[in-house]
């Protein structure tokens, strides 16, 4: 399989990009990786970062996205962009892109150039909550505005994804809102709540309040993409308080770093639970072939796992059964 890895994208790219790509190539033998990017610029980062890219297929490009482009950049003034070209091989033979580049230039690039699966109107970018109980939030930030059978569609095309990748048995879909009851929410959300109910091909488990999203009441929890960008960093914000926190209070004296000696283990398993990079980067889920956007901080093992997601993501099979159930959903609509 080919996995194309946009090697300009991010706060550390192209060096974390090359370690990573090199990381991934030893865990994962099966995947071609792909480096798009300033060639010079990648040959620098392979030497500074001591490692082998023997193997890895280099494609030179002589632009890059930014983070203060404009989306439509990717297909007017940036065509041959490391994140442009990248989505254009992936659509011509590829089979998964990884970017941390600019995510709307990403996600109007995925959508216009790899294209939305049949029956499904917009894509939306999956995001892991790293909580106890794992949490796929959709939309994490592609979609401010959206329509009621927009999130039909990505709960269809979600529980493929947490079932085939993220290993979840009959993921559990829930609709965030401000209340439990049927008739809460904004006409958008009430509207949506009667599709869901009545659609074929998932488990819906009703409203979810915000205040329940951390103890497992859903597996997936159905937004639009500003109100999930918002839980989204709310969320993390919360969690690096929360270390702070604990961390303040376990240095103030002696007597507290003796009790941190004997609860390090517990709260190192704390931090493991709320480390969202161990999920690599987060999906956009809808599309025709597999994109998938990674934090713009991404580090080596952050691409590494990315590739990880890409290759479980190809191997599974999920794209041609995302196809198959919103196919199934456009044919019941009509």
């Known amino acids: 399989m080919k996995i194309i890895l946009d090697a300009m994208g991010g706060d550390f790219a192209p060096l974390e990009v090359v370690k990573g790509a090199a990381l991934a190539a030893g865990q994962y033998p099966q995947a071609n990786l792909v480096l798009v990017g300033d060639e010079g610029k990648i040959r620098s980062a392979v030497k500074e970062a001591g490692t082998v890219i023997d193997g890895l297929q280099i494609v030179h490009t ?24 990248g989505l254009r091989l992936l659509r011509e033979d590829g089979d998964a892109f990884i970017s941390a580049g600019n995510t709307g230039a990403l996600h109007t690039g995925a959508s216009l150039i790899v294209r939305c699966l049949p029956g499904v109107h917009r894509a939306c970018i999956g995001t892991v909550l790293p909580f106890e109980t794992p949490v796929l939030l959709l939309d994490s930030g592609a979609n401010a505005a959206i329509q009621p059978e927009y999130l039909a569609q990505w709960a269809l095309t979600g529980s493929v994804y947490a079932s085939r990748i993220l290993g979840v048995e009959d993921p559990r879909v829930g609709l ?83 009790a ?33 956007k990674a934090h713009g901080n991404a580090d080596a093992s952050t691409i590494a796992s990315a590739v990880r997601q890409a290759v479980r993501y190809v191997e599974g099979g999920a794209a041609k059964a995302m196809a198959e159930l919103a196919f199934i959903h456009t044919e019941t609509e009509q």
């Open 62 to 85: 002589t632009q890059v996205i930014t983070m203060e482009d404009d989306p439509m950049s990717i297909l007017k003034a940036k065509k041959d962009s490391s994140m442009g070209r």
């Open 176 to 258: 965030l809102n401000i209340g439990a009851e049927e008739s809460k929410g904004t006409p958008a959300v009430t509207a949506a709540y009667g599709i869901l109910k009545q659609l074929s091909g998932i488990h819906f488990v009703g409203n979810v309040e915000a205040r329940d999203v951390p103890f497992g009441k859903c597996d997936i929890l159905l937004t639009d993409g500003f109100t999930g960008n918002i839980l989204l960093k709310y969320t993390e914000g919360m969690g690096s308080m929360f270390f702070d926190l604990m961390k303040d209070m376990f240095y103030k004296n002696t007597a507290t770093k003796l």
């Open 260 to 292: 941190a000696l004997v609860v390090k283990k517990g709260l190192r398993q704390i931090r493991d639970t709320f480390d969202a990079s161990a999920y690599g980067a987060a999906p956009i889920i809808g599309l025709a072939k597999p994109v998938f």
